[in-house]
């Protein structure tokens, strides 16, 4: 998998939820823009301090958890 050094999480920071390079912008938040169907250039002109990598990551970031699975352990 390709490097997501650009995706961080820090409980003093939106939550906890993975953000992109320690900014108050989530993955969540670019990849709902995605889905609702703006661009990657739009996203930038919103976010001027953001970077095409940064967008790319947060969609591979999401991809990435979307093929997590959850496993369920038996109660001890």
């Known amino acids: 998998m390709a490097t997501l050094d650009r995706i961080t999480q820090d409980p003093a920071v939106m939550g906890g939820k993975p953000c992109i390079r320690g900014l108050r912008v989530t993955v969540g938040a670019i ?29 591979r970031y999401a991809a990435w958890r979307a093929e997590e699975r959850e496993v369920r352990l038996a109660a001890a």
């Open 31 to 59: 990849v709902g823009q995605i889905g609702a169907g703006r661009n990657v250039q739009d996203i930038l002109g919103d976010y001027p301090y953001l970077e095409q990598e940064d967008v790319a990551q947060a969609l």
